[in-house]
């Protein structure tokens, strides 16, 4: 079965430390993989994206992430976390093909404590 | 630089009234989505339209739900007679999908149903 899986339901972070937020999947076609993020009463802004090739994916607002297909991970991280960051992180998998649907996880809630 | 935009933001409607949300999805894109988000729950595909036809529909796109393109701008998605279960944000999204489609979708702010 096609699924995201974000463990981590809420993490707090203090303003300045590193963050790093999990995303496992199962997929049975070559995924794409998504960060999206939302804030609160927001739409979904894409943080970044990876396709193929380098496995660390540069995304905005300095965020980073790195496949892992032996580990079926995606897990985004940034170095320094700002109190702006607090927001709900999505994972998602898609298909190569246009037009199939992105399989989100459940989300993982961000709080930066200063 | 351009957005899917979508209208209205939020409506609340009494159940079993019909409601109809709309979208303006980015003017070169080809493909056309709708997810929705519970409130607290994931965000959940609904359906994949293309080439003025349904692609691809979950198991929750069921039969009071529809969606049209009724001209060159507009995507809709109508609910036929509102469920209290319906309440939910509904995000439209749409994709390039043409020689230079990376699967990435671009998302709506999401329009807030509230079914009472």
């Known amino acids: 079965a096609q699924s995201v899986t974000q463990p981590d339901i809420h993490i707090t972070v203090s303003e300045g430390a590193s963050l790093e937020l999990r995303c496992n999947y199962s997929?049975?076609?070559?995924?794409?993989l998504f960060w999206y993020v939302q804030s609160p009463g927001q739409g979904l802004q894409l943080l970044l994206k990876?396709?193929?090739?380098?496995?660390l994916v540069q995304g905005i607002k300095g965020f980073e992430a790195e496949f892992k297909r032996s580990q079926s991970s995606f897990n985004l991280r940034k170095p320094s976390v700002h109190w702006s960051d607090a927001a709900e992180y999505f994972c998602?998998?898609?298909?190569?093909?246009?037009?199939?649907?992105?399989?989100f996880g459940k989300g993982t809630t961000l709080s930066v404590s200063s | 630089e351009p957005e899917v935009t979508q209208t209205p933001s939020h409506q609340v409607t009494q159940m079993g009234q019909e409601v109809i949300l709309r979208c303006v999805p980015i003017?070169?894109?080809?493909?056309f989505y709708w997810y929705r988000q519970i409130l607290g729950q994931k965000v959940e595909f609904l359906v994949s339209?293309?080439?003025?036809?349904?692609?691809?529909k979950s198991e929750i796109f069921d039969d009071q739900f529809s969606v049209e393109r009724p001209d060159g701008s507009n995507f809709t998605l109508k609910i036929r007679s509102t469920k209290l279960e319906d309440s939910a944000m509904y995000f439209c999204?749409?994709?390039?999908?043409?020689?230079?489609?990376?699967?990435?979708?671009?998302f709506g702010e999401g329009s807030r149903l509230t079914v009472l």
């Open positions: 999204a749409s994709s390039d999908g043409g020689t230079a489609n990376t699967g990435e979708l671009f």
């Open positions: 997929y049975g076609a070559t995924p794409y």
């Open positions: 990876y396709f193929s090739g380098d496995t």
């Open positions: 998602a998998v898609g298909a190569v093909q246009a037009g199939t649907a992105l399989i």
């Open positions: 003017s070169n894109h080809l493909y």
């Open positions: 339209f293309y080439n003025n036809e349904i692609s691809e």
